[in-house]
T-cell receptor, first 115, second 112 residues
Framework: NAGVTQTPKFRILKIGQSMTLQCTQDMNHNYMYWYRQDPGMGLKLIYYSVGAGITDKGEVPNGYNVSRSTTEDFPLRLELAAPSQTSVYFC??????????????FGDGTRLSIL | RKEVEQDPGPFNVPEGATVAFNCTYSNSASQSFFWYRQDCRKEPKLLMSVYSSGNEDGRFTAQLNRASQYISLLIRDSKLSDSATYLCVVNRGSSNTGKLIFGQGTTLQVKP
């Protein structure tokens, strides 16, 4: 069972370039999330999805887009990379848990530098 | 006020010590509570869920005080391998999105 898989693990982009961070999970989880974590800081939610075809903004969505065409995949797109988007990006997923939240399971992260 | 606040840290303790981390949360409607562990430059990993009656997993004990909106994590007999950042995690009060709020974390360094 692979869990949550993110690709690539590392990437360097030039300002203005675009790229897609891939995330896939094989746990049949409905909920998926994208976070960024800057050095020495906590996790900030970028976008999330409660199921295929449904996405919503988190705390810091500007400069990013997402799609959720399947239960398994939740790619994050940067359209015009800016230095402020240099960060570590984590994808996570969780199952629907009735009256309480289930814990989230994280991918290994993508380390992105914009130069 | 932050939605989830943790002790600032870092905590530097000798091997074998007992150390306690505290966390407060602001949303009284929160229902789900977790402690995660994050090693340097790695992804957060679930350490344990926190239940109303308190729960223990080996050397780790978690407590919840709903009246004070306070969560704690106690680590007994600290090991070098316990060195990491510990994240207090709370849901926002609604379970229909699964969204969790992560504290900034408390760093623990266990010294030989």
């Amino acid at each position: 069972n692979a869990g949550v898989t993110q690709t690539p693990k590392f990437r360097i982009l030039k300002i203005g370039q675009s790229m897609t961070l891939q995330c896939t999970q094989d746990m049949n989880h409905n909920y998926m999330y994208w976070y960024r974590q800057d050095p020495g800081m906590g996790l900030k939610l970028i976008y999330y999805s409660v199921g295929a075809g449904i996405t919503d903004k988190g705390e810091v969505p500007n400069g990013y887009n997402v799609s959720r065409s399947t239960t398994e995949d939740f790619p994050l797109r940067l359209e015009l990379a800016a230095p402020s988007q240099t960060s570590v990006y984590f994808c996570a997923s969780s199952s629907r848990g009735g009256s309480s939240n289930q814990p989230q399971h994280f991918g290994d992260g993508t380390r992105l530098s914009i130069l | 006020r932050k939605e989830v606040e943790q002790d600032p840290g870092p905590f530097n303790v000798p091997e074998g010590a007992t150390v306690a981390f505290n966390c407060t949360y602001s949303n009284s409607a929160s229902q789900s509570f977790f402690w995660y562990r994050q090693d340097c430059r790695k992804e957060p990993k679930l350490l344990m869920s926190v239940y109303s009656s308190g729960n223990e997993d080996g050397r780790f004990t978690a407590q919840l005080n709903r009246a004070s909106q306070y969560i704690s994590l106690l680590i007994r007999d600290s090991k070098l391998s316990d060195s990491a950042t510990y994240l207090c995690v709370v849901n926002r009060g609604s379970s229909n999105t699964g969204k969790l709020i992560f504290g900034q974390g408390t760093t623990l360094q266990v010294k030989p």
